[in-house]
């Protein structure tokens, strides 16, 4: 027999959690499979609806929609499904601001640019770059990720409306040239003693101590995101207590603690929500034909069956691999959905770095309802919906929107699949 | 420099246009003999270092290069010629093998493999096999026979093992730490118990008996072997014959074939030659049952994790791909074929609540939530995860003197949280894991089976 439940997703990335958890919140049996951890651990922890159109920067996401072609996957869902996404989103992860208003907020990034993005973290909160108090960034020598120097002048060379200067710290302790950002974390979350000219001192205070030189009247403080992994709260109230100034987080590039953290929180609401979900085996074949009857997975060698009435694909894109390339073409690897691409892969991509590829808007092809579609338009199968970076006809890195289509079409396919139970 | 008939020019090189025309060989570079090359798992691997982030141990020892430096980049630099320059980092020996790597690579490279293989190189090429570090890791990789000892003589091996002058003497002598207390030998073991019950053919109308009263054909085909590991034979065997009731109430006959250990503990300590010893014995006797039709089951999900995993992965044995195939951990396989959470959701049971924490292992083989889905449902237990951090004692790792500091900093997480969680009793499928549980938190530690078996008969 069948592994079962209502509905099974497959993908546990932000489109696939937050399915999950539209479905399970509306009482149905829900099942999440991922073959690898979540993509969320390569994530800022930002989540951006939509930053850029063309090569406009957004003020209004809501807004901007309008401006966007009629099968991006916003137009799909609806601008009212896209609240209620969010919505659920807010509802769900606490510690995140931005949901005050409609339009984005300005964060730095830890390459010294600006990023318009419409929920953060509260530990990024106080960096936001519309607050013009005086801004200290701190690097550590051995995160090379993350150059405060370089990043301040870039910042202040794009004309940010405070002032900031950058430093470059040695972090306390005897930490390795190439200390993991877990292991900074590590040390911040339990306040281990590190020994600082002989003596044993807790981390948090002995950062603090190296700081405190540097501080010369600057008002906040931003650090690489690496501040605590379960106690980070604390971590940031500590500081900021010993150095008399606001404290706040850089988002990193991956791995990424903010991205770890928002990952840990929404699986808590997926369990407290009642719902199943495992890791470490990938779903490699199906059984059916206008219906999915059962999809396999494969447990180390063993084929094992898991049926459910209902299923969400949200593998990701070519990134993740739940879109798959090769020179002959381009394809969904579970169930062999239709990926449109153009015959000659040389008609894939452009010349410049920067240029409007086509690969980037490569994914299932969907209607409103957001079930895949075959190359002549007819859905493949009438229980199998599609979310998040599997969907082609957005190119989420340069519109600023990868975070808000998962949680928009992640929800709207958990809903719709809880409404097509039979 | 003047442009000349033999410099490249944009027009004899366009490289967003096709250049494979007439002239164009393609050469194989590397060869295909068939051996286990691990090139293309090193050329996947993107650096993201997502599976740094997963490794409990670079998250506490500042010695320690992380798993992306010990698989993808060691493998690279142990190809080189110059064996005195790159020789293996000897870091490769503070690895715990708990494997989370694995799972945590988005690109599959496969990290514990290359681990695997470079500790096991280590030990043959770098380690001096006079040392007291060599003998006392090859005393610990090899429990088995200290077990098969101690159950000789029971009693006086559980007195005589926590005797502690003689524990101050194997810390001085071998390095093995006076820390922690050694696990109680069973005055019966499990194997003394099957045969005294009457093997096979009891359990075969035991069976059978099942079938009937489920309304199930009298010879239907559900027969699995048994595959208990070291622990449960010696130290638990309450825990296999709760696995023994368990799939005799569900109607399987059981067999418990010759076996030696799965290798975990030598896999850890680089012993490759006695893991393979082990390996050989189990293969032969495992592959002729799946042959005839029967899965092998584990108890301990270190043991289905070698069988499932490091065996293909490590030992080109005849069969070992069959076995690999049919090998399942215990309630794993009854989720797959039995309605094991509709009985268990109509059950109810007189059991402590539980503290539970999946191990690593477990985790690699995504079994980490199956305890806690199943029990959730079931009446008179209340189960609480206690989180996705690592135990630390990871088999020998913890029972090393040198790295016993380093386990019990790595299991804080775990003893915090079993401290917060409201159960007094813990649960786990590891028989390391319960016994750093136990060393932590003082709770009586116990296993699945018992829970379902206890379900099952209330």
Known sequence: MAIESDVLVVGGGLAGLTSALAAAREGAHVRLVTYKQSSLRQASGLVDLLGYVGSEAVVDPYEAMADLHEEHPYRLVGTQTVRDGMALFDDTVAGYYGDHTDTNALLPTHGGTVKPTARYPEGAAAGVATDDRRTLLVGFESLTDFDAPLAASHLDAAGAPFDVDGVSISFPGDLRADAKVTRYAKLLDQDSEVAVEGRRVGARTALADRIKGHLDGHERVGFPAVLGDDHARAVRAALEDDLGAAVFEVPMGPPSLPGLRLEDRLFEALDEAGASFEAGNPVVDYEGEERIEHVVVDRKGAQVPYSADQYVLATGGLVSKGVESDRSGVREPVFDCHVPHPENRYDWFEDGVFDDHSFARFGVDVGPDLRPRDGSGSVEFDNLRAAGATLGGYDFAAEKSGSGVSIATGYAAGRQAVEDLT | ?458
């Open chain 2, 1 to 458: 420099m003047s442009d000349s008939a033999d410099t490249p020019t944009d027009e004899q090189f366009e490289p967003t246009e096709p250049n494979t025309g007439e002239d164009f060989e393609p050469v194989q570079v590397f060869p295909d003999d068939g051996t286990m090359d691990l090139r293309p798992g090193a050329d996947s691997c993107t650096k993201c270092s997502t599976c740094d982030t997963n490794c409990p141990v670079a998250e506490v020892d500042d010695s320690f290069p992380g798993p992306k430096f010990q698989g993808p980049e060691q493998w690279r630099l142990k190809q080189s010629d110059d064996s005195e320059e790159f020789a293996i980092d000897d870091t490769i020996t503070e690895c715990s093998n708990c494997m989370r790597c694995d799972d945590a690579c988005p690109s599959s490279v496969p990290l514990s493999q290359m681990h695997n293989e470079a500790r096991g190189e280590y030990v043959d090429d770098q380690m001096s096999k006079l040392s007291v570090k060599y003998w006392r890791n090859r005393i610990l990789a090899n429990y088995r026979t200290s077990a098969w000892f101690a159950s000789k003589v029971p009693r006086l091996a559980n007195v005589a093992m926590n005797f502690g002058p003689a524990r101050w003497l194997m810390e001085k002598t071998l390095g093995v730490t006076s820390e922690r207390e050694f696990p109680e030998f069973a005055t019966q073991t499990f194997r003394e118990w099957w045969a005294d019950r009457g093997g096979a053919s009891v359990s075969r109308e035991r069976a059978r008996e099942a079938r009937e009263r489920m309304g199930e054909a009298r010879d239907a085909d559900k027969k699995i072997a048994y595959f208990h590991g070291c622990y449960s034979n010696y130290n638990t065997p309450e825990v296999a014959k709760a696995l023994v009731s368990t799939f005799e109430h569900f109607g399987y006959e059981i067999v418990v074939p010759e076996q030696r250990c799965s290798g975990t503990p030598m896999f850890a300590n680089g012993m490759l030659d006695d893991a393979r010893r082990g390996a050989e014995v189990n293969i032969s006797s495992f592959a002729d049952l799946v042959d005839q039709g029967y899965d092998a089951i584990a108890s301990c999900t270190s043991c289905s994790m070698a069988l499932r995993q490091e065996y293909p992965e490590l030992f080109d044995i005849d069969g070992v791909e069959d076995v690999a195939e049919h090998t399942f951990e215990a309630v794993e396989y009854l989720r797959i074929h039995e309605d094991l959470s509709g009985e268990l959701s109509e059950a109810s049971v007189d059991f402590p609540n539980l503290a539970y924490h999946a191990p690593c292992h477990a985790r690699n083989q995504g079994l980490e939530r199956q305890a806690v889905e199943l029990f959730r449902d079931l009446d008179g237990v209340d189960i609480e995860d206690v989180g996705d951090s690592c135990s630390g004692i990871s088999g020998t790792y913890g029972w090393k003197s040198e790295k016993y500091e380093k386990s019990m900093a790595i299991g804080e997480e775990m003893f915090d949280h079993m401290e917060s969680a409201e159960p007094e009793t813990g649960l786990t499928e590891c028989p390391t894991c319960s016994m750093q549980m136990e060393h932590g938190s003082g709770y009586e530690i116990r296993h699945p089976l018992e829970v379902i078996d206890a379900a099952l008969a209330d």
